[in-house]
């Protein structure tokens, strides 16, 4: 079992799972369901924040968008490897001379495909305000790529919530439950005893994220993403590793 | 071709594989027979790298399998139990996907699958999605993913269940258009498929292995296996010691007496055919018969000793080959 580990990584079937999962979700109507329903619920909260205090500013969207991803990357996520499961077809890709890492890393980067395309379709909505004002557009650059890193480490839970059942339910309240303490995490240091601040404020993303919106990128932040993302895909493998 | 020592799996505390040995040869078609949750599944999921065994060596064309799974993988084709398929796909984007991912070079992805497609016969359905093929179909496009890289050993878990008898008959013949080439193993819990596709048979029951060897000579593997009523005129008392001496007999009962008709069930060892002599014998005595059956041991009834505990027929692990006539 060691050898998923050790073996080189052939990218080609990473890149054949990564093509099947796309294709998937795209061929089926659910894909633009979830998409429509997307943009029209982050739509409503960047147009509401602009009306409601008439200010062109993408700030309070911004804040709420970490909130809709807690829903929407499980839905996302959740078919991934629990319908592989349930149908069995996870037995057809397991016996193919695949390691469980391409396995893994294919339909992380699918799930990961389709988020970016989400998030890049409400770019939309920064741009219209370039019409009626001049934002920061060095704000809108870094918050979009905060919220790509957010978007890398939830579909790194939201893999591993579905290799643990084949209950797509499950599964999808499994990535909820954990998003949503990373998430609130960094909210409720008020009312914490004082030791636990710091640990949660850096378990947070919220601190992380709040530096890339004000345009700091720095490379604790960054760390802070990609080693969270690495934890969940590990014990996605573990996992993988286990039901065998 | 296929070594297997000692192989244990325990899936937590339960014990589904309980030590299995054998030795697969190329070009032979073995037959896994066995009741449900025999570990026959089991089996063949380690076979073919889907699960990792508890313990036990497993060498498969000379690679080890813990070492090299995936050298392994190449090399095997695996039809799983229930034929599991991407539904939401059709067929040929499917069969392209399991290509692609077998790493099959993009020059011979074309003639491999123009192959396959003809072998198949899935030509009509190529462009149609998995979800709406009959049942039938849905088999060709499994065995035909299971042969698209030509491989060496081909495992098939069930691969007829649920299919109506054309069908049973036609991937039948589809297996068997293979014999020459290819090494197959298959597992199956009806036992005329054995008889009609294996030259080999191994039966397990409860995780380890009851019988082993050529299906033809598969009721030898239940000693004192063969029945012969013979119905007398008349009510004789005395049967018994009119008959028990024949040699071969080893059990002999008497089933039925009236004052018209004698019934004696005997049962003689293995390979003995003790029609002649009872006859002689009646003739002897001036006895009438009025019938005699042969009945020899079905598949079934060999398979059924083998596999059910109440029955007191020793069925102990038997290589035909060593075994002699007693």
Not at chain 1, 18 to 38: C, G, H, N, Q, W
Not at chain 1, 61 to 71: A, E, Q, R, S, T
Not at chain 2, 177 to 186: M, Q, S, V
Not at chain 2, 233 to 258: C, P, Q, R, Y
Request: net charge neutral; aromatic share 10%; with cysteine.
């Amino acid at each position: 079992m060691n050898q998923n580990l050790e073996s080189k990584i052939n990218f080609n079937n990473i890149w054949v799972i990564f093509k099947r999962e796309m294709k998937t979700f795209f061929d089926s109507p659910m894909a633009y369901i979830v998409l429509v329903t997307f943009l029209m619920i982050t739509g409503w909260f960047f147009s509401s924040t602009i009306f409601l205090i008439n200010q062109a500013t993408i700030d309070g969207y911004l804040d709420i968008l970490p909130l809709v991803f807690i829903f929407f990357v499980p839905a996302i996520t959740m078919r991934l490897f629990s319908e592989e499961y349930k149908s069995g077809t996870i037995e057809i890709i397991a016996t193919m001379p695949v390691t469980d890492n391409e396995i893994i890393m294919g339909k992380y980067l699918a799930g990961f495909g389709i988020m970016a395309i989400s998030i890049l379709l409400t770019l939309f909505y920064p741009i219209c305000l370039l019409f009626v004002s001049k934002p920061h557009i060095g704000t809108i650059i870094g918050s979009y790529l905060g919220l790509l890193f957010i978007a890398m480490f939830y579909i790194s839970i939201g893999v591993f919530a579905s290799s643990i059942t084949k209950n797509q339910i499950i599964a999808f309240l499994i990535s909820f439950i954990i998003c949503f303490f990373f998430f609130i995490a960094g909210k409720i240091i008020g009312i914490l005893p004082g030791f636990l601040v710091s640990v949660l404020e850096y378990i947070g993303i919220d601190s992380h994220f709040n530096n890339i919106t004000k345009g700091l990128i720095n490379s604790r932040d960054i760390i802070y993403y990609f080693s969270a993302s690495a934890f969940f895909y590990i014990l996605t493998l573990r996992m993988i590793n286990i039901r065998k | 071709m296929i070594d297997v020592k000692d192989l244990v799996k325990y899936y937590g505390t339960e014990q589904a594989v309980a030590g299995i040995s054998f030795n697969i040869t190329p070009g032979e078609i073995v037959g896994f027979l066995g009741p449900n949750g025999a570990g026959k599944t089991t089996t063949l999921r380690i076979l073919t790298g889907y699960l990792a065994a508890t313990s036990g060596k497993i060498n498969i064309l000379n690679y080890d399998i813990e070492k090299n799974p995936i050298e392994i993988k190449k090399r095997i084709g695996y039809l799983p139990e229930s034929n599991p398929l991407y539904y939401e796909m059709n067929v040929l984007d499917y069969l392209m996907f399991i290509a692609e991912l077998r790493g099959i070079e993009k020059n011979i992805i074309k003639s491999r699958l123009s192959d396959i497609i003809y072998v198949c016969g899935i030509k009509d359905v190529l462009n149609k999605n998995i979800s709406n093929l009959s049942k039938g179909y849905k088999q060709r496009v499994g065995i035909s993913q299971a042969m698209i890289h030509n491989p060496d050993i081909l495992i098939m878990d069930e691969p007829t269940s649920g299919l109506d008898p054309n069908q049973i008959i036609e991937i039948r013949d589809l297996i068997k258009n293979l014999r020459k080439e290819k090494t197959i193993i298959l597992s199956t819990h009806i036992l005329s498929e054995v008889q009609a596709t294996c030259d080999r048979v191994i039966i397990i029951n409860k995780g380890k292995i009851v019988a082993d060897g050529k299906t033809s000579e598969i009721n030898k593997f239940v000693t004192g296996n063969e029945e012969l009523t013979v119905k007398l005129k008349g009510g004789i008392e005395n049967t018994a010691e009119i008959f028990s001496d024949i040699h071969g007999i080893s059990e002999l009962n008497v089933k039925n007496i009236s004052h018209a008709l004698t019934e004696l069930k005997i049962t003689s060892k293995h390979g003995v055919d003790l029609r002649e002599k009872v006859f002689n014998r009646a003739v002897e005595k001036k006895l009438i018969i009025l019938e005699q059956t042969r009945t020899i041991l079905s598949l079934e009834d060999v398979f059924r000793m083998l596999t059910q505990d109440e029955v007191p027929h020793s069925a102990k692990k038997t290589e035909i080959n060593n075994e002699s006539e007693s």
